[in-house]
Structures are given as structure tokens and as C-alpha cells.
């Protein structure tokens, strides 16, 4: 007996109060982050404001938003960037369409999802840059799209420095960031 897929017209009738994705049509709970989670969100989004007011390159969201990617797939990054050209994508409800960077805060409870399951749904939608972000081991992984694959570019683990490739002369230094 096939199992049944869980789809966006599904989501939207779930609770308000609780937070949700839906990866390859299974549904999964989301419980609230942590205050450590947060703070990082926070520290990171005030790098992506500052270059955004600088810059203007386009938009960026803060958890919770959904990224619907597919019937099957609605996802909520911690962060995401839509570059002004493609801001056609951006609706009252949600992103309808892959953002061209997202960042994903790593829980241990969220690390294989994260770091393996999201991973490939992202590349599989095209997202152009994924940053990973581990708050136990203080480091940033900056990861690219070539040819269909992630591939790192930038990363730093308790000091240093990472910078974007699609968002240009945007670096942030670790130290910043986790103290």
C-alpha cells in the first residue's frame, strides 16, 4: 500500500500555532528554536540588513516563511535572500519558487535533515548558495551550485571569516557572529 503524500493544500490547513515542512511529501513538526538558534539568526540577519541597505541586491526573509518549492515541498530557512529580478516569486504567503541563498541554523536534532535531506532538495531546485551554520562546533559552511552539486566555497570554524559568492563583498567574520 502506497503511503499518502502529505501536499501544500494539506499544509495550509494545519494549525497556525505549531510549525511545520513538508519534505518529499512527508510531513514533518518543527519545534520552536532555541534561544541559542535565535541569537545566531539575529547576529547573521543584521550582516544580510546591513548589505541590503548598502547593496539593494533584493530581499531577505527571516523563519518563519514558507519556501514552497513544489506541491510536496514547503520548506521554512532561517534565512533567505531573493535577488530583485526574481522578486516575482515572493507572494502574501509565502515564496512560491527556490530563493537564490538560504541559510539552515544546524540543531542535533535537525542535523541530518539539514545537512543531507535539504541539501539535495535544495540543489535539486537550483538554490545558487546554502550556507550551513553550526552553533556547537562555531562554524559556517558557504556552499555553492555547480554542475547540480553543492560544493563548499568559504568556510570557518571558531574564527575567521566567510564570504558569499553570489552576494559580493559580503564576509562576516565568525567572531561576531557565535559570541
Not at 501536499?7 to 528554536?33: F, H, S, W
Not at 537550483?126 to 550556507?131: L, P, Q, T, V
Not at 563548499?152 to 564570504?163: D, L, M, N, Q, R
Amino acid at each position: 500500500m502506497k503511503a499518502t503524500l502529505f501536499t501544500y493544500q494539506d499544509y495550509l490547513n494545519l494549525e497556525e500555532d505549531k510549525r511545520y515542512e513538508v519534505l518529499e511529501g512527508e510531513l514533518i513538526e518543527m519545534p520552536a528554536p532555541s534561544t541559542v538558534h535565535q541569537k545566531i539568526i539575529w547576529k547573521l540577519s543584521r550582516f544580510f540588513m546591513v548589505y541590503q541597505e548598502e547593496k539593494g541586491p533584493g530581499d531577505f526573509y527571516l523563519s518563519p516563511v514558507d519556501v514552497i518549492l513544489a506541491e510536496d515541498v514547503v520548506v521554512q530557512p532561517d534565512i533567505v535572500f531573493i535577488s530583485k529580478d526574481r522578486l516575482d516569486i515572493v507572494k502574501d504567503k509565502g515564496i512560491f519558487g527556490a530563493p537564490d541563498l538560504v541559510v539552515e541554523v544546524v540543531s542535533p536534532s535537525t542535523f541530518k535533515k539539514d545537512t543531507e535531506d535539504k541539501r539535495r532538495i535544495y540543489a535539486q531546485f537550483g538554490i545558487k548558495e546554502f550556507w550551513l551554520v553550526f552553533p556547537e562546533e562555531r562554524g559556517i559552511e558557504v556552499l555553492e551550485l555547480k554542475n547540480g552539486v553543492y560544493e563548499v566555497v568559504s568556510y570557518a570554524f571558531e574564527k575567521g571569516k566567510v564570504c558569499s559568492k553570489i552576494l559580493e563583498g559580503l564576509c562576516i567574520e565568525l567572531e561576531e557572529v557565535f559570541l
